[in-house]
């Protein structure tokens, strides 16, 4: 069982290219996030999806975009990188809708530089 | 709107050293989700606990113990007799039932370093 999936590991990127980060789940949960992480910041909220064919704009949305491919698919794009968007970003994906209580699964998280 | 804030950047301590982690949370919801998170130095995020907001009983699993507290809006973590594994960065994280949907929250973070 793999849980949460997130391609590429590791990226370099610059100013101005565009990618994709791909996050895959197979627990058939309702909910995917994406999060990212900087020193001292913790881990902000760029988007979610409550559910297939939702999304929604977390605490950090500029410049990014999403997409909720279907149940198990949640992308998150890039149109013109910045070096401010230089972080780890991790997907995340629970049960989630209804139910708030249960916990998020991580996948490995995404280290993006871009300079 | 949810917040998170855990206020203490980082830790030291000496091995075998009690240390308590804060967690302070805001929301209006009257029905929430408090959750916390370890992050070990390889990167994975691991689920430690979760708690609802009608049950203030304080949980404790080994080492680690969980002190609720609702008339302070606090969900603070305490780990006893502290070991050099534990090292790692602790999250706190909040979920709403009604207002924000499957919203997840998670504050700042602390870097607990646990020396031998």
């Known amino acids: 069982n793999a849980g949460v999936t997130q391609t590429p590991k590791f990226q370099v990127l610059k100013t101005g290219q565009s990618m994709t980060l791909q996050c895959a789940q197979d627990m058939n949960h309702n909910s995917m996030y994406w999060y990212r992480q900087d020193p001292g910041m913790g881990l902000r909220l760029i988007y979610y999806s409550a559910s297939e064919g939702t999304t929604d704009k977390g605490e950090v949305p500029n410049g990014y975009n999403v997409s909720r491919l279907n149940k198990r698919e949640f992308s998150l794009r890039l149109e013109s990188a910045a070096p401010s968007q230089t972080s780890v970003y991790f997907c995340?994906?629970?049960?989630?809708?209804?139910?708030?209580?249960?916990?998020?699964?991580f996948g490995q998280g995404t280290r993006l530089t871009v300079v | 709107a949810q917040k998170v804030t855990q206020a203490q950047t980082e830790i030291s301590v000496v091995e075998k050293e009690d240390v308590t982690l804060d967690c302070v949370y805001e929301?209006?919801?009257?029905?929430?989700?408090l959750f916390w998170y370890k992050q070990p130095p390889s990167g994975e995020l691991v689920f430690l606990i979760r708690r609802n907001s009608f049950d203030e009983q304080n949980e404790i699993s080994g080492r680690y113990s969980w002190n609720f507290q609702k008339s302070t809006s606090s969900f603070n973590f305490t780990i006893t007799a502290s070991q050099v594994v534990d090292s790692a960065v602790y999250f706190c994280?909040?979920?709403?039932?009604?207002?924000?949907?499957?919203?997840?929250?998670f504050g700042e973070g602390t870097q607990l370093t646990v020396n031998p």
């Open positions: 994280a909040l979920s709403e039932l009604e207002t924000s949907g499957s919203r997840l929250t």
């Open positions: 995340a994906s629970r049960q989630g809708r209804d139910r708030a209580d249960t916990e998020a699964f």
């Open positions: 929301t209006r919801d009257t029905t929430y989700y």
